[in-house]
């Protein structure tokens, strides 16, 4: 799985971090990531790989 995968889920993150368009990025807008989501990573891809909107809004209606 490369980096432009959801660590949790496996689909495509669509993460824009690392581009000139990153300022753009769902995720940067997103807030703080709940911990608790967060520890769902494992953690060979953690700070490596960015975690979807779909698992993000997920977690967030759990």
């Known amino acids: 799985m490369t980096t432009d995968h959801?660590?949790?889920c496996?689909?495509?993150?669509?993460?824009?971090?690392?581009?000139?368009?990153?300022?753009n990025c769902w995720?940067?807008?997103?807030?703080?990531?709940?911990d608790k989501l967060l520890e769902l990573v494992p953690a060979e891809s953690r700070g490596k790989k960015c975690i979807c909107r779909k698992c993000v809004d997920t977690y967030k209606e759990v």
Not at 10 to 23: A, D, F, M, R, Y
Not at 27 to 34: E, R, S, T, V
């Open 27 to 34: 995720c940067i807008n997103a807030g703080k990531f709940p």
């Open 10 to 23: 496996g689909e495509q993150n669509k993460c824009l971090v690392g581009t000139v368009e990153q300022s």
């Open 6 to 8: 959801c660590p949790i």
